[in-house]
């Protein structure tokens, strides 16, 4: 049997104004132009792409299936200007075919730097995606990916999850396939499976990055990619693992791969591609459905943190040049006076100072040349590295004043 399990990551940062250091007032972000972007992409990505979504469910009778992880600055962005893509989401959480993650609510690196900081945001996006949506989710997907033991272990102490979503590396599998479950090392248990250990459901990159990067690409050796040949791939993994597990962004979806590449006609056709090439053997699972249906097979040992950014895989999109390190440093030695002038009565602090925990604002401070570069480039709102981080640093300094540190 060969499982397609799709995760849709949906994501917008709130990104910051040009803010001077003469500036003396607490609004931070350009608002304008994550209100701009979010219409932009709504009406090229999240109404065209969930609606082709929901059409395939009811087409399929609901044997098509897919999951998303919804950052809480982009359910917000929606809430404030774009509230038919919230109305679309309670839609396919209505079909049952549609499964939502648990993720940080500001899609922040906070399980490096502070670990109640972390389990306050995993709460509040659980609990907005509850209010929102109408479920409660149990799989977790840290930011970007990033994963190592230490996350599985919290995760299982957590006791909430079932599973977390992570990143298949070669070198870690150790000419494994990443198409099995698997467990963290000792295999922690969770109360979530009824005392069995946390599952690990681990990215087919091969075949995920063939549609999110290399789908419009006249020069990959296998354009244009139809939807039969890419169900003859996945039919491939029959014999040699259970579960294709398909994570992208959700934005690849009209958005990075534009409606003239053929991208939604690729997406409609692939499910009836899929469970023609081999009738009874393929089907859509979301990763509730996978725990449920296939037992692990061995342990996925990470020592080191791992995520799915550029060539490395490693954390290196959002930390280790000098001004990534001194920003996140900065930013997180904020996290006490912020909440203690919260508490005092600042109202917004905290939430301000919490979307500039938002990884994007590291990540465009990244350094990298060649084709990594040109992705940062691509994502970034600056026209370098260095004047994000001189933006960031005098909105710092702001908070550090509300916050009562200078």
């Keep these: 049997m060969a499982s397609v399990c799709f995760y849709f990551q949906v994501h917008q940062p709130f990104r910051i104004r040009q803010y001077s250091v003469f500036e003396d007032h607490p609004f931070y972000f350009d608002n304008d132009a994550n209100e701009e972007i979010c219409r932009k992409v709504t009406d090229k990505c999240y109404v065209p792409a969930t609606r082709k979504i929901l059409d395939l ?29 919230i109305e679309l989401f309670q839609e396919c959480a ?9 993720e940080t609510s500001h899609h922040s ?21 509850e209010r929102l949506l109408g479920v ?29 979503i992570c990143e298949g590396i070669d070198e870690l599998l150790a000419h494994r396939s990443p198409n099995y479950v698997y467990v963290p090392p000792g295999g922690p248990a969770t109360p979530a499976n009824d005392g069995g250990p946390v599952r690990l459901l681990l990215k087919n990159y091969q075949l995920s990055d063939d549609i999110a990067f290399r789908f419009s690409n006249r020069a ?6 139809t939807a039969e040949k890419f169900a003859r791939w996945v039919n491939q993994i029959n014999g040699d693992g259970y579960t294709c597990d398909l994570f992208m962004d959700y934005e690849t979806l009209g958005e990075h791969q534009w409606a003239d590449t053929g991208i939604f006609e690729f997406l409609d056709a692939m499910p009836e591609k899929v469970f023609d090439v081999n009738p ?28 799915w950014a550029d060539t490395e895989r490693d954390l290196s999109a959002w930390l280790g040049n000098p001004i990534q390190d001194n920003a996140a440093a900065e930013l997180y030695k904020l996290e006490e006076p912020v909440k203690a002038a919260h508490a005092a009565g600042d109202e917004y602090i905290l ?15 990244c350094t990298k040349y060649w084709a990594d570069g040109d992705v940062h480039k691509y994502f970034s709102p600056y026209d370098s590295p260095y004047d994000c981080y001189i933006n960031f640093m005098n909105v710092l300094d702001n908070v550090r004043q509300r916050a009562g540190t200078t």
Excluded at 94 to 102: H, K, N, P, Q, S
Excluded at 117 to 129: D, G, L, M, Y
Aim: aromatic share 14%; net charge negative.
């Design 57 to 85: 469910i009811r087409r399929h009778e609901g044997r098509f299936r897919v999951s998303y992880s919804i950052s809480g600055t982009a359910l917000e962005q929606f809430e404030l200007w774009a509230p038919e893509v």
């Design 136 to 164: 409660r989710p149990n799989v977790f997907r840290n930011t970007e990916l990033i994963y190592s033991n230490e996350v599985g272990s919290a995760i299982a102490e957590m006791g909430r999850h079932r599973a977390v």
């Design 351 to 365: 939430e301000d100072w919490r979307k500039l925990t938002t990884s994007d604002h590291l990540y465009y401070m």
């Design 220 to 225: 990959w050796k296998e354009w244009p990619l």
């Design 280 to 307: 009874g053997h393929n089907d859509f699972l979301t990763p509730n459905q996978v725990v449920d249906t296939y037992e692990p097979v061995g342990e996925y040992d990470v020592p080191h943190y791992r995520s």
């Design 109 to 129: 690196l906070s399980f490096l730097f502070s670990r109640e900081e972390f389990k306050a945001q995993v709460a509040e996006q659980e609990a907005r995606i």
């Design 94 to 102: 209505a079909t049952g075919a549609v499964e939502f993650l648990a």
